[in-house]
């Protein structure tokens, strides 16, 4: 079984997002780390692995600093990495997509694994789109996989409850949390990761260039959300206080 | 950002302990510190994730001897709050393993490493007696000569793992006469008739690692249960001393910018005379000398710390990186107490912890007393 698995690294949970002077998001100082749906589909990937025999790849499009989460996976037990350098090109979800299939295709792949979304601009967009350009079927936010006899066996949350669905390989599934617990790069894992292929590939190497990937969506500006105000404390006698309470309720906040 | 002396792979190994800390440490500190130990099981689940073989090499199950690796464990150790954890693992990875590996016969090695970086066993070292603290040489827990093997009296005190230990590696007098020449080490394995622990000791901190009073009497330890050679052990005792007190330095460093993160934290949303703390310039100023204090105590532990890595002399520079780091972190937290105000004197805030696991710092692994009586011994010859 040939896996591969698309890996985005993103700023950290805990990040403290600010913009810069000319309104970007700033990366500078921010720690970062593989995207946790990413984790997911990478701690899937290992499992069928172990289960079904084959080999592991994870592909990531970024700069330098993409590296650490492809390493992360290497060092959790991944077999390789394709790296993909965007250089100066501004990446949307169309852009992204297009260089992720066309640096898939170079490769032989039985299932494509990705998380259903990233947590940085969150449009879960690029697994599907990847699935569209390869013509293959993809499965979203799933939360079961069992993978036999050239099928993919999916579980996927719905609204109302969970819809099993097939789909014959090769596929796109993207992981939805409570897929698995994914664990932790062993130490060995670790001190061995930089000893694994990474292969680094420009857009010229794929065989694109800036016209080919030209994004289709452009953001025009970026704003944080309106501090939060302070809250309102109300003395007195807790029935006198309650009226009130319920008066403000109605009359100011306008929520009964 | 990372800093020059870590690679990559430290800074991997970095964010894996930090993740394994905030999700399998952190929410049960409170619990650990109540129960006035952690659960046995977490040296397993730390050698089960490779923590304990940092410093090892593979033939004995661990990843490689990198002591950066090492160090960098401990600094990610020490952010979970209680000191008593890293110093329970630290004491059977970091101070009794050291001894067999760097010392032991092939036969030692091969019986106690794998469990010990595995997790299966708790290892301590035991030199301190009720009579014998700084002064290593006058310890009086002596084991006769037997032939095939040693009988061993006297008494241990302040043990960390004392009580859980599956074994001892023992400081003991094989010549009573010959002072620090007389000294060997003995691995001596829990239920070794003779060999008892009196009680856990009642500490002000580190109250999640247990600490023992161990009593040896006509105590029979197989002769093959010598580390290295017979009257080596005062030596040898001394040449682990260096990466111990960097273990000591690079916690007190790391709890005390532990300290300060709180402190600093406390002061944003703690209102007096109608404004944050942090907007007064006496609590900006004081954290910005704590700070200072710290950065500077974490230069100098780096600094030692590379030259450990590389082999070289560390001596000097490692007691002055334990001496200055432990000193300043008992500064840093105690301001860091002062800026919770009456909060900080309340067991309800983790602050007072810091404080009292601090303390040990200055005492234990060689005091600041000793540390300076290494530096001035090299400074005048």
Redo the contacts between chains.
Sequence with gaps: MKIAVLVKQTFDTEAKIILDVNGKISSSGVSLIMNPYDEFAVEEGLRIKEKEGGEVTVISVGGQQAQDALRQALAMGADKAVLVDQGEAELDEYATATILAKAISDLEYDLILGGFRAIDDGSAQVAGRVAEILNIPVVNVVTGLEIEGGKAVATRETESGSEVLEVPLPAVITAQKGLNEPRYPSMKGIMKAKKKPMDKKTLADLGLDDGKISAKVKALSFSLPEPRKAGKVIPGEAAEAARELARLLREEAKVI | ?AHWLFT??H???R??VR??VEKEIKPYVEEWENAGEFPRELFARAGE???L??TYP?EYGG??E?YL?GAVFFEEMARCGSAGVAAGLGASMAIAGPQIYKFGSEELKNRFLPPTISGKKIGALAITEPNAGSDVASIQTTARNMGDHYLVNGSKIFITNGVRADYVVTAVKTDPAAGHKGISLLVIEKGTPGFTVAKKLDKLGWNTSDTGELVFEDCRVPGENLVGRENMGFYYIMQNFAWERLVMALEAVASAQLAIDVAAEYARQRVQFGRPLSKFQVTRHKLADMASLVETARCLTYHALSLYVSGRDAVTEVAMAKLYACEIANRVTDEAVQIHGGYGYMMEYPVQRFWRDARIGTIGGGTSDIMKQVIAGRLIK
């Design positions: 950002m990559e792979e800074e991997l190994v964010k894996t993740n394994w994730l490779g923590f073989g940092l593979e990843s490689g990198d690796a």
